[in-house]
């Protein structure tokens, strides 16, 4: 009987060290940006919903919320700001000293910001008067809209008093966005 005829089979090559070190690296880049991808993704998600801590308050119209320019601020507990209208425009002040973090009060009998921790004090527009906070008061950015939503004005780099050019407007505050107070002014 004859023998079978082995046929032969294909074989793969095999891969050289080189190559598995080349396909290895491919990989892991695919997988890093993969990730990164992934990530990017997350941060475009907005963290914070509106009215949280972190995000935008809608406060009102200024016609109905705003205290007269030079009279005490209007507290807003969750927003954990102080609504201040001075002779300059409108301030939301961060509730939170610029010493080691305490929460200061407004103390109106001495018209003024008092920190019952160590005794830092400010005046109404956050301006540093004494005591060992290094700056002015901290605050955020306040937006004026129109009833459309539209964006009318702003708070400026810097932090400055945001003019108030009509009482229709609508006030919001980004508590996402601090602004530190200047440098404290001391003797
Ligand atoms: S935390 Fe306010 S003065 Fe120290």
Redesign the pocket.
């Known amino acids: 009987m004859a023998e079978a005829q082995a046929i032969p089979v294909a074989t793969a090559p095999a891969i050289t060290r080189r190559e598995f070190l080349t396909y290895a690296w491919a990989a892991s880049m695919a997988l890093f940006m993969a990730e990164l991808g992934g990530l990017s993704v997350l941060f475009a998600l907005p963290r914070f919903k509106v009215g949280e801590f972190g995000s935008i308050f809608r406060l009102g119209t200024v016609g109905a919320i705003l205290p007269r320019a030079g009279e005490g601020p209007r507290e807003y507990p969750d927003a954990r700001l102080w609504l201040v209208h001075t002779e300059r425009g409108i301030l939301a002040l961060y509730k939170?000293?610029?010493?080691?973090?305490?929460l200061?009060k407004w103390v109106p009998s001495n018209f003024r910001f008092e920190?019952?921790?160590?005794?830092?004090k400010f005046q109404l527009d956050g301006t540093y008067i004494e005591?060992?906070?290094p700056r002015d008061l901290d605050r955020f950015v306040i937006y004026l809209k129109d009833a459309s939503g539209r964006i009318v004005a702003q708070t400026d780099p810097q932090g400055d008093p945001l003019p108030v050019p009509d009482p229709n407007l609508i006030i919001e505050v980004d508590t996402g966005k601090k602004i530190l107070g200047k440098p404290a002014r001391k003797a």
Request: hydrophobic content about 20%.
């Open positions: 939170v000293c610029t010493h080691l973090g305490c200061y920190c019952p921790c160590h005794g830092s005591g060992p906070a």
